[in-house]
């Protein structure tokens, strides 16, 4: 595997589910990021961890956890989550947590809650 | 706080003809600019960056921009499209001073017809 990988790429849950998101990056990097891509509206930063400590929540429901065990891996748990929440989050990383570094995207997983 | 606007949600563009996709960005400091394209069932690739030097960027796939501090644009120009350009193509700022924070545009979508 290269780059950054996500799984599932696809989920339905409903919303008593408790599910969880995967996101691997084969780069070497140190940051790791959710986003929160909706349509029509721009990409919403969610988190981002700085090796392995949680460095930015941006005012994120309770309902998503974020998870970061090493600088490689990072984890979304879901649970009890609204239709609205019905979306592409891209999992990211770079180099180090500033701003000139580049992002390296995953392909995403298209959640859909019920 | 940096707001970042593409004025074109889509833009038509029939094969082998220039394009021209607007980035205009709301700051009175230094920034640093990207370009991203996210083809299908994709995450974001990085296509361009500026940082600093040269205010006219050249990136991956034939593509280009230019960076206007006076009129606060980082447009993106392609001299001439193939179908395969087809994408959502976003614009995004991060401040150099030391913040992470991409903050993105709502992305214009190119459609090249053949």
């Known amino acids: 595997e290269t780059g950054v990988t996500q799984t599932p790429r696809h989920l339905v849950m409903g919303m008593t589910n408790k599910k969880s998101l995967k996101c691997e990056q084969h780069l070497g990097h140190n940051a790791m990021y959710w986003y929160k891509q909706s349509a029509k509206k721009p990409l919403e930063l969610m988190f981002v961890y700085n090796f392995k400590e949680q460095t930015e929540n941006n005012s994120v429901p309770s309902r998503f956890s974020p998870e970061c065990p090493n600088s490689s891996h990072l984890f979304l748990h879901l649970h009890t989550l609204q239709p609205e929440d019905s979306a592409l989050y891209l999992c990211?990383?770079?180099?180090?947590?500033?701003?000139?570094?580049?992002?390296?995207f995953g392909p995403g997983t298209r959640l859909t809650v019920t | 706080a940096q707001s970042v606007t593409q004025l074109d949600s889509q833009v038509p563009v029939f094969e082998e003809a220039p394009v021209e996709l607007r980035c205009n960005y709301s700051s009175s400091v230094s920034v640093y600019l990207f370009w991203y394209v996210q083809y299908p069932n994709q995450g974001l690739q990085l296509l361009l960056k500026?940082?600093?030097?040269?205010?006219l960027v050249k990136g991956i796939n034939g593509f280009e921009a230019e960076f206007n501090k006076s009129q606060t644009s980082f447009h993106l120009r392609k001299p001439s499209v193939h179908i395969s350009d087809t994408a959502e193509y976003f614009c995004a700022v991060s401040d150099p001073s030391g913040t992470y924070k991409y903050i993105f545009g709502t992305g214009t979508r190119l459609k090249v017809l053949a």
């Open positions: 990211a990383s770079s180099q180090a947590r500033t701003s000139g570094y580049e992002q390296y």
């Open positions: 500026y940082l600093s030097g040269s205010t």
